[in-house]
């Protein structure tokens, strides 16, 4: 009895120590990272993750080794864990691969070799259950969910555009981390030229692109909704709580014709867009891929092209210009809206109030913008005929709001033109759409609420409607946000980059609100620059408020809370 004792004792204490070093483990993968993205410095991350990998895996292997005892020792009966077999062979193949002699270039190369990338996901297919643990135990809140969804995919999607079969060259992890996030986060601005990526890499691109429109959490809240899993309250409140839904069964309907419509819109104009370049005798290399590519990247809202000089040889294509103009729209209007539409079409339901709202806005910017574009270059737009000039102007006023394509050189605009751009980009498409920016609702409540304030009206009503005074109050918090963003970012671009005050805040509006559009000064930002600017993607593709609110610690909705009545005081504001 008593050998019994300390047998279980000491099996305790080696699976208790098992445990702590497995932990460490891979707090020391998380910290190899985290040193990586301080430094930027590819040497560093590769010798770091190679020996850590490879201590990873024989710790596996004498873990194995160890239960089989275990096993063995409890049940009176020999158990070889099939584990063991799979992280032994795993460690013999990644041991060659690390030990092989090459200098720095072709080593570099080789880490990001498939064998790698295949050893990394059985690696982490094996070991699910602990990563599912990690998050359960996290009790991660649904913006926190969004965020590291991007995250991780940004992060993925670098490893993948670094790959010697991705670029033609050598492209630095700093690079390829910044075109990756501008792929995901669908903005367009590029440090490297989108052509001089491979078939393959422009493939990646595209999925990149593709997964970071419709969203990391549409798209597995639409694989749960099909398989019925999505019925748990956890993976119900995340979802209703990112797309502002509190019916499920219209939140269910609402992330399904996301996915099916986008897919829908994207075949249908691909086809429409390779027969235009055909009709009008355009040569471009593979047609096929050309059209599918820019029907995405349209719809999206990227701006991301495979031509060098973006769309600027179409010009003068008006059913080119006309087929990109709409998926740049109906990417914008925002997915409540297009659904709202086709009910409407089909005589199922009423125009909503935001519905309305965002047709107005949208309408509005668009004709301002064109008159206003058309105006302010006057100069630049005298060489074009009068039809060409209208062309030009409504595209890049329709581009200008979030999709970042353009058919006239972005660089040699006026001053006055980059305001009206500016502004443009700032407020951006509509909410729940492909597109970044204030949002076309938040600037009609500002303006709305500024119209109210003045006529001293206490009670907003608009089409008949009433509308709740909290919109008021979060409309402004999100211009403050984002104004605060743009203002600390704006300060660290002029210390650290040497370019005029106008396009510094021209680059950092379009980052921020995820247009593309630039000046040209993109590729020539410093890594300093080009880190803020990635930040910026970033916070735009999330929404400033999501991912602030990614920071903060998640309340348990079940607390019981006191409630106390404060005396009301009043501040004066002019």
Do not use: W
Not at 7 to 22: A, C, N, Q, V
Not at 104 to 110: C, E, R, V, W
Not at 277 to 297: G, L, M, W, Y
């Amino acid at each position: 009895m008593k050998t019994k004792k300390i047998l279980d004792y000491s099996i305790f204490i080696i699976d208790y120590l098992t445990s702590m070093i497995e932990h460490i483990s891979y707090l020391f993968v998380v910290a190899s990272l985290v040193v990586f993205l301080a430094v930027f410095d590819e040497k560093i991350i590769v010798l770091l993750l190679d020996y850590i990998f490879i201590y990873v895996l024989f710790f596996q292997i004498i873990k194995n080794i160890y239960f089989s005892i275990k096993n063995t020792i409890i049940f009176k009966k020999t158990s070889i864990q099939i584990n063991l077999f799979i992280y032994t062979l795993l460690y013999l193949v990644y041991k060659e691969i690390v030990y092989v002699e090459f200098d720095f270039k072709d080593y570099y190369a080789t880490f990001f070799l498939t064998t790698r990338f295949i050893i990394y996901f059985i690696y982490l297919f094996l070991n699910r259950k602990n990563i599912k643990d990690y998050f359960k135990i996290i009790k991660l809140n649904p913006y926190q969910s969004f965020t590291i969804g991007f995250i991780f995919l940004i992060l993925l999607g670098s490893l993948l555009l670094k790959l010697p079969v991705s670029y033609n060259g050598h492209l630095s992890f700093l690079d390829s981390l910044f075109t990756s996030t501008s792929a995901v986060c669908v903005t367009g601005l590029t440090v490297v030229n989108t052509s001089d990526f491979t078939f393959f890499g422009k493939i990646i691109l595209l999925i990149l692109i593709q997964l970071g429109a419709i969203g990391i959490m549409t798209f597995t809240s639409f694989l749960a909704i099909i398989s019925g899993s999505i019925s748990k309250t956890f993976d119900r409140l995340k979802s209703e709580e990112i797309y502002s839904e509190t019916s499920f069964k219209k939140l269910k309907r609402l992330i399904k014709f996301i996915v099916i419509s986008t897919f829908t819109i994207e075949i249908f104009c691909a086809i429409f867009i390779f027969i235009s370049i055909k009709t009008e005798n355009i040569n471009v290399e593979n047609p096929i891929f050309f059209s599918i590519f820019h029907s995405i990247s349209a719809f999206s809202n990227a701006g991301f092209s495979t031509l060098p000089n973006n769309l600027i040889q179409f010009y003068n294509i008006i059913p080119f210009n006309l087929i990109i103009m709409i998926l740049i729209v109906l990417g914008g209007l925002g997915f409540p809206v297009t659904l709202n539409l086709i009910e409407k079409i089909k005589r199922e339901t009423k125009l909503s109030l935001n519905t309305k709202i965002v047709l107005i806005t949208t309408f509005i910017l668009i004709i301002t913008g064109t008159l206003g574009f058309y105006l302010f270059e006057k100069e630049n737009l005298s060489k074009y005929n009068s039809v060409d000039r209208i062309l030009i102007s409504l595209f890049q006023s329709v581009t200008s709001r979030t999709a970042g394509f353009n058919t006239i050189d972005i660089s040699n605009l006026s001053v006055t033109t980059y305001l009206l751009l500016i502004f443009l980009m700032f407020v951006g498409a509509s909410p729940s759409s492909t597109g970044g920016g204030l949002k076309t609702t938040t600037l009609f409540l500002l303006i709305f609420g500024t119209y109210l304030m003045i006529r001293k009206k206490d009670t907003p009503y608009i089409f008949k409607k009433k509308i709740s005074p909290s919109y008021f109050y979060l409309a402004g918090s999100f211009l403050f946000i984002r104004i605060l963003i743009l203002f600390i970012a704006i300060t660290i671009l002029s210390l650290t980059e040497k370019f005029d005050i106008i396009k510094i805040v021209f680059e950092s509006v379009s980052a921020l609100s995820t247009v593309g559009l630039s000046t040209g000064i993109t590729p020539e930002l410093s890594t300093s620059g080009k880190t803020v600017i990635i930040l910026l993607m970033l916070i735009g593709r999330i929404g400033p408020l999501k991912f602030l609110s990614s920071f903060v610690k998640t309340e348990n909705p079940n607390k019981v809370r006191t409630k106390i009545e404060y005396l009301q005081e009043n501040i004066v504001m002019d």
